[in-house]
């Protein structure tokens, strides 16, 4: 599985981003995506997840109500919208996906900055 993000930048705090990351190989055997941050010096984090056979969801309580993961099966893409940013959500951001075994397999990361 290749995992390829897209839609990192440079926003205002209180602006929106949209990240995307296109899966290709074999996704069929993929059960959960995710968004992952890492901050420079913190440890990566769990920032969303989808499971993707009921579509369930679940996010850290820091990012609750402001973004949304969702996933496009046809095109084998999920996106992460990403509303009312703030300083504290500067990171880089990592598409993961894993599979039953569990193996996770991981994006090259989008950089996201938010301005305050």
């Known amino acids: 599985v290749q995992l390829v993000e897209s839609g990192g930048g440079l926003v205002q705090a209180g602006g929106s981003l949209r990240l995307s990351c296109a899966a290709s190989?074999?996704?069929?055997?993929?059960?959960?995506m995710g968004w992952y941050r890492q901050a420079p010096g913190k440890e990566r984090e769990l920032v969303a997840a989808?499971?993707?056979?009921?579509?369930?969801?679940n996010y850290a309580d820091s990012v609750k109500g402001r973004f949304t993961i969702s996933r496009d099966n046809v095109k084998n893409t999920m996106y992460l919208q990403m509303n009312s940013l703030k300083p504290e959500d500067t990171a880089a951001y990592y598409c993961?996906?894993?599979?039953?075994?569990?193996?996770?397999?991981w994006g090259q990361g989008t950089q996201v900055t938010v301005s305050s």
């Open positions: 989808i499971i993707t056979g009921s579509g369930s969801t």
């Open positions: 993961n996906a894993r599979n039953y075994e569990p193996y996770d397999y």
């Open positions: 190989g074999s996704t069929f055997s993929i059960n959960i």
